[in-house]
């Protein structure tokens, strides 16, 4: 139930994100709509980034998932974003998360690889 939640909650973060990509612009104007994406990736983002998602149960979700806001991270430039994906995949790289990494399942592995590609 914690993931379905989560996976909602990233999920619509995405769609919030996605739009101005979508559109071709990154350039948003509105300070509230900036305000807007900041207070849900807080809320959304971060947080999830703060679990490890390397897991049976989460790789190829987060993998999924967490694309577009890596995306986003990069193509604003913005630095506490990028340094919260950084946070995540140095903690990935750790050898007691690599010996559970090693053991999942093959398409779920490549996926979650993906991403930190």
Request: hydrophobic share 45%; glycine share 2%; aromatic share 12%.
């Amino acid at each position: 139930m914690r993931l379905l939640k989560k996976s909602i909650i990233i999920l619509s973060l995405i769609i919030l994100i996605s739009i101005p990509i979508i559109i071709g612009t990154l350039n948003i104007r509105k300070k509230n709509e900036i305000v807007n994406i900041d207070n849900s990736w807080k809320n959304t983002i971060s947080v999830i980034l703060g679990d490890n998602l390397w897991s049976e149960e989460n790789a190829y979700d987060s993998g999924h998932y967490l694309m577009i806001p890596l995306h986003y991270a990069f193509k604003t430039k913005n630095k506490n974003k990028i340094n919260e994906f950084d946070e995540f995949f140095q903690r990935f790289l750790l050898k007691k998360s690599q010996e559970e990494f090693i053991k999942l399942e093959t398409l779920n592995k490549l996926h979650f690889l993906y991403l930190t590609s």
